[in-house]
Antibody, heavy 120, light 111 residues
Framework: QVQLVESGGGVVQPGKSLRLSCAAA????????MHWIRQTPGKGLEWVAF????????LYADSVTGRFTISRDNSKNRLFLQMNNLRPEDTALYHC?????????????WGQGTLVTVSS | EIVLTQTPRSLSVTPGQPASISCRSS???????????FYWYLQKPGQPPQPLIY???NRFSGVPDRFSGSGSGTDFTLKISRVEAEDVGIYYC????????FGQGTKLEIK
């Protein structure tokens, strides 16, 4: 069974940075694209970022472009999200999700998520 | 941005009865490849979303056959032939023809 476990969330002040991590197991991580998706009670589900299986292609939602960076370490089966210049509206539960194939914009399995709170 | 509009936003169903959820897209989701990148997910209480249907009408592995998807272009439907207690949760539609976007969700509860 695919396992995705996020970590790195917490409470941070506006303008500060945070780095999220997603540990993957029980599938060949290097063969699949990966995504970050965030969830809030008010706005629901919002896709955040995509990275292809080998890291050569990536995309971001307009709301995070220029502030967030997605990356991966296939040798360690890990996905990352570097979040800079955080804003209160970035407060959300952040899920990592596995793509359907190497370059897929679609996804199947999701992790439980890590909570990010941006507040002064 | 593609807007997905789900109806109804909530429904209450007696076990054993059918249920239907609609999702309308602001633009056609038919890709030039012939594929339609439209999906359904279910988020059970306390859990992350789990995949139900891919490319309009295909069930992901392990999804019971009481779940079915249909539609084309801009209008899509998820049907549950006989609702069971374990089907409670929030159902989301999603498109990935363009950068992924989700519907607002439909909460299903048992009467």
């Amino acid at each position: 069974q695919v396992q995705l476990v996020e970590s790195g969330g917490g409470v941070v002040q506006p303008g500060k940075s945070l780095r999220l991590s997603c540990a993957a197991a029980e599938f060949t991580f290097s063969n699949y694209a990966m995504h970050w998706i965030r969830q809030t009670p008010g706005k629901g589900l919002e896709w955040v970022a995509f990275i292809s299986h080998n890291g050569s292609n990536y995309l971001y939602a307009d709301s995070v472009t220029g502030r967030f960076t997605i990356s991966r370490d296939n040798s360690k089966n890990r996905l990352f999200l570097q979040m800079n210049n955080l804003r209160p509206e970035d407060t959300a539960l952040y899920h990592c999700a596995k793509g359907l194939h190497s370059g897929s914009w679609s996804f199947d399995y999701w992790g439980q998520g890590t909570l990010v709170t941006v507040s002064s | 941005e593609i807007v997905l509009t789900q109806t109804p936003r909530s429904l209450s169903v007696t076990p054993g009865q059918p249920a239907s959820i609609s999702c309308r897209s602001s633009q056609s989701l038919l890709h030039s490849t012939g594929y339609t990148f439209f999906y359904w997910y279910l988020q059970k209480p306390g859990q992350p979303p789990q995949p139900l249907i891919y490319e309009v009408s295909n069930r992901f592995s392990g999804v019971p056959d009481r779940f079915s998807g249909s539609g084309s272009g801009t209008d899509f439907t998820l049907k549950i032939s006989r609702v069971e207690a374990e089907d409670v949760g929030i159902y989301y539609c999603m498109q990935s023809k363009y950068l992924p976007t989700f519907g607002q969700g439909t909460k299903l509860e048992i009467k």
